[in-house]
């Protein structure tokens, strides 16, 4: 391979057809999200007012007194059967288990699971349930951008781009967010920064964005007072503090939902049955703080306009809580919302002790960053409290905040929210990416030199007396010119001389190589052995196919060694005096 012909990035036409489905697939995905977000509207009318009306309502005006807390009972109870003889994916919050799709079913959906998870979180949602809509919009959209993916001729990494096309794009209309929406595909779900999947994904969630204003409406979703452009020393140090919190309010929500999730593990009941034990702390929880019932839009917006000071303790106190245990049972439904609550309600109580900075100020910096910290998603967090708001001037207090709670839950937690149910199912999954060694190495900074070679002239029996480098397999046949004619093994030098074939040259039974050129990248190398099933291979000059060296797989080992030492080895390269 010629360098002039490496580029920086591996895109290839196919990406326009990519392009072409996805945008369609975010024309779904907005229709996907308005017929969810009126389901629970549906379900919540009927569950709590005995009325057949779509438009969204609070269940926290409900007149029912007391009976109201079996309503959450009633809908784990259908939840469990649906899970039990429908499919068991569709408990949970929806992003573990799309990311689970992706790295272990080939990003295969079943068709189904577009039908029952929408259907279950709606009941779910609809009967009191503390969640947020995103987590099965975020699955459904992506089901259905795999099932359009599997009607086509795709290939699995193609059909993860759809999938997570169809994601990004359900919670673009969800929340007007198609910014966030994009960067939350590349920080927790594509596991790549490549054209080949950004710009489809990009182009779904931008398509579901402008679908949006015409049938869900225009952002900001949480519109807020407008805040300082300049914060100062001690508002800056006030978002550290604010960081801090939020991180250690991470920790103890991601906590809490796995120490409910192992609680209910203990129960001797099936797990068909946990989602209406669960409900049942939820009905509680709603007769004690009704605002803690449902997907609590309302509360979000009231905390972020600095009112709502009697808010605060029920959010941190009693929403919480449910949605640790209601989460922990198994139930289905999303948890960016409840996450946005409990946020804003921790800024709510930021705001008596941190520099006054205006009206909501503290509950909106407390928001995104402790979507940061428990999603382990820090330039999500960000973006997606700006477009939330539109609130510009808030991104350096943001950025400042956000790092600090990531940073803090990544010191404290092996394994975020996300990511422990998935290893929990006995999958490890590394959330760190960077330049692989072989992207930057040559195949001639890490080849062997001291190589014996065979002339094409020679025959098995003097090559075998002559030949002094012990451990070499493979050998290098080349002519006057030192050019490369073929490749021949100890195994089958041997072999001749055993049956008596001593005077052929070795240039007649030298098999055609698979060799690497000398400007090749490892990586390349690498996939060459591992489509051939070669693992030693010649090295030539470009050009003129002159005989270079040999690279192995313990060749190229080196540099991961290099790597390694470049990350561990501490020097000081300046002296101090």
Not at 323 to 332: A, N, Q, R
Request: aromatic letters at 8%; charged letters at 15%.
């Amino acid at each position: 391979m010629n360098k002039q012909e490496l580029g920086d990035f591996t895109a290839t036409p196919r990406l326009l057809i990519l392009a072409a489905l996805a945008v369609g697939i975010g024309g779904i995905a907005t229709c996907v999200a308005w017929a969810l977000l009126r389901l629970i509207g549906l379900f919540t009318n009927v569950f709590y007012y005995g009325r057949f009306e779509a438009r969204m309502v609070s269940p926290a005006g409900h007149h029912l007194g007391w009976v109201a807390v079996f309503i959450p009972v009633i809908g784990g109870l259908v939840i469990g059967v649906m899970a039990r003889f429908g499919s068991e994916r569709i408990r949970g919050h929806g992003i573990p288990e799309a990311i689970e799709s992706i790295l272990m079913n080939g990003s295969k959906v079943q068709p189904r699971l577009a039908l029952l998870k929408p259907l279950s979180a709606a009941i779910s949602i609809g009967s009191g349930g503390p969640f947020g809509a995103e987590g099965p919009i975020i699955m459904t959209g992506g089901a259905c951008g795999s099932i359009i993916a599997q009607f086509f001729n795709l290939s699995s990494t193609e059909r993860k781009t759809l999938l997570v096309a169809g994601a990004a794009a359900g919670m673009s209309a969800t929340f007007a967010a198609p910014v966030a929406s994009t960067l939350l595909a590349v920080e927790l779900l594509l596991f790549e920064w490549k054209p080949r999947s950004l710009i489809p994904v990009a182009l779904a969630a931008a398509a579901a964005g402008a679908g949006r204003r015409y049938i869900l409406g225009l952002g900001p979703v949480f519109p807020v007072p407008v805040h300082p452009i300049m914060m100062g020393p001690l508002g800056l140090a006030g978002c550290v503090v604010a960081g801090l919190l939020a991180g250690l309010l991470s920790w103890a929500l991601t906590k809490g939902v796995y120490a409910a999730e192992d609680l209910f593990q203990k129960i001797p009941v099936h797990w068909m049955w946990w989602p209406a034990i669960g409900g049942l702390f939820v009905g509680i929880g709603g007769l004690i703080f009704p605002p803690a019932l449902g997907v609590g839009y309302e509360t979000i917006e009231t905390l972020l306009q600095g009112t709502g000071g009697g808010l605060i303790a029920g959010v941190l106190l009693v929403k919480s809580t449910i949605w640790i245990l209601s989460l922990g049972s198994g139930t289905s439904g999303g948890v960016l919302a409840p996450l946005l609550m409990m946020g804003a309600a921790l800024g709510g109580v930021e705001a008596h002790l941190l520099p006054d900075l205006g009206p909501g100020f503290w509950p909106l910096i407390s928001m995104g960053a402790i979507l940061a910290g428990t999603m382990r998603t820090p330039f999500t967090g960000i973006l997606f409290a700006f477009e939330l708001t539109h609130d510009m001037n808030v991104l350096l207090p943001l950025l400042v905040a956000g790092a600090i709670a990531y940073a803090t839950t990544v010191l404290t937690l092996k394994r975020s929210i996300l990511t422990e149910k998935i290893a929990r199912r006995g999958f490890h999954l590394s959330r760190e990416y960077s330049i692989d060694p072989l992207e930057i190495l040559f195949a001639k900074e890490v080849m062997r030199t001291r190589v014996t070679i065979v002339d094409a002239t020679t025959d098995p029996s003097t090559f075998r007396n002559r030949s002094a480098i012990r451990g070499q397999y493979l050998y290098p046949v080349v002519d006057s010119n030192g050019a490369l004619t073929g490749v021949i093994t100890r195994k089958q030098i041997n072999r001749m001389v055993e049956e008596g074939q001593v005077t052929i040259p070795l240039t007649e039974i030298a098999r055609e190589p698979v060799v690497a050129w000398d400007n090749e990248p490892l990586r390349v190398v690498v996939m060459r052995m591992a489509q051939t099933g070669f693992t030693r291979l010649p090295v030539l000059e470009t050009g003129s196919r002159k005989f270079l060296g040999m690279v192995s797989l313990r060749d190229l080992l080196r540099a991961r060694t290099h790597s390694h030492k470049e990350e561990h080895y501490r020097e000081r390269v300046l002296p101090m005096a």
